[in-house]
């Protein structure tokens, strides 16, 4: 028997529907935030609201309400455009170190309907405590495994009976820090004593995905379980996707709705969405399809709908009505949506 570990308890993968397997629910880079000098202090401390989207657009670091996501209303409401438009299951990849609260997460799952899974895992060095960056690979592990198997703890250290669904996200910078890499082997090590699917957030740069995918097969992780993200923010041609997919990984394509020049994630301009879906018809076309993803990676306040944004709904609202037009058929966007993320979550009961 195979089950998905929600954070209501175990479904079938057949329960699952569409499935988002990489956004956040509840989030905090307020790590991240950076005053620019010259701007008015009011712009970067005001909520975020529609007199001073346009700047926030252009300066998401720069605004310290837009790097926080933690109302359980406003989200609970956003993921129920979701639902409505037909959507099963989200999974919250936020990690422990930058605002996961899955107290949250289980108020949303009731008010919405919707199948809810928690990450567990640890995210990039600029993230990690003292303590997480003198940890060994073997306790390291043994976090996560125990998040898997037996439930995460409160911030009072109090079990909540909620187990993690997935290991990740796991962060990576580019070059990669000593932590990041043990990180890694952790991650590999958890997996192997769970089952559990790893989901990874590679460095921006080109050679940054084969290089994980390098440290967590000598360490032991079934790379057909893993996840290498932000396809569409990494790699410049299909040539390079094709070589990683030759490794067995999922290819995750997981920025649909961000196809501005808003700001840029690397060396690699955003592609529009309609770029997306061809460079995915493409990678069906030559045997990956069983490993194409897809999600919103939805992480600041002006993702949402509520704030402008084009928020949780899009893949599902105004991206699946023109797979048709790159050619993907019925039964290749249902693998997409719905097998291949139902796949990847389900372990052994």
């Not at 079990?159 to 796991?170: C, H, M, N, Q």
């Not at 919103?296 to 009505?321: M, N, S």
């Amino acid at each position: 028997m195979t089950a998905v570990h929600t954070v209501l308890g175990p479904v079938t993968p057949a329960d699952l529907g569409v499935v988002l397997p990489h956004e956040h629910v509840f989030f905090d880079l307020r790590p991240r935030f950076t005053a620019p000098a010259g701007v008015p202090g009011a712009l970067t401390d005001e909520p975020v609201q529609l007199a001073n989207l346009a700047w926030v657009r252009y300066h998401q670091r720069n605004n310290r309400d837009n790097l926080v996501l933690d109302d359980v209303g406003l989200l609970a409401s956003e993921l129920a455009e979701f639902r409505a438009a037909g959507g099963g299951t989200v999974v919250d990849l936020s990690p422990q170190c930058a605002g996961r609260d899955v107290a949250k997460l289980v108020k949303v799952a009731q008010a919405t309907g919707l199948n809810v899974i928690a990450g567990t895992g640890f995210y990039v060095e600029e993230f990690q405590s003292a303590a997480t960056k003198a940890a060994s690979v073997e306790e390291l592990a043994a976090v996560m495994v125990a998040e898997l198997s037996e439930g995460i703890a409160d911030p009072a250290g109090q079990p909540t009976g909620v187990r993690a669904g997935i290991i990740g996200e796991i962060g990576c910078s580019w070059p990669l820090a000593d932590s990041e890499r043990r990180v890694l082997r952790a991650a590999a090590l958890a997996q192997q004593q769970t089952g559990a699917a790893i989901s990874v957030h590679p460095g921006r740069d080109e050679a940054a995905p084969s290089q994980i995918a390098a440290i967590l097969r000598e360490a032991g992780a079934d790379l057909s379980r893993v996840v290498i993200g932000h396809i569409d923010r990494t790699f410049t041609g299909h040539e390079a996707v094709a070589r990683l997919g030759d490794l067995g990984c999922f290819l995750e394509f997981d920025l649909f709705g961000q196809e501005s020049s808003h700001i840029r994630y690397g060396p690699v301009d955003l592609p529009t969405d309609l770029d997306r879906l061809r460079a995915i018809e493409r990678l069906v076309r030559a045997g990956y399809g069983a490993q194409v993803l897809v999600s919103h990676d939805i992480a600041l306040k002006h993702h949402l709908a509520a704030f402008g944004g084009h928020g949780y709904a899009h893949l599902l609202d105004r991206v699946r009505p023109r797979m048709p037009e790159v050619d993907l058929s019925d039964s290749e966007t249902d693998r997409i949506l719905r097998a291949n993320p139902a796949r990847l979550l389900a372990r052994s009961a």
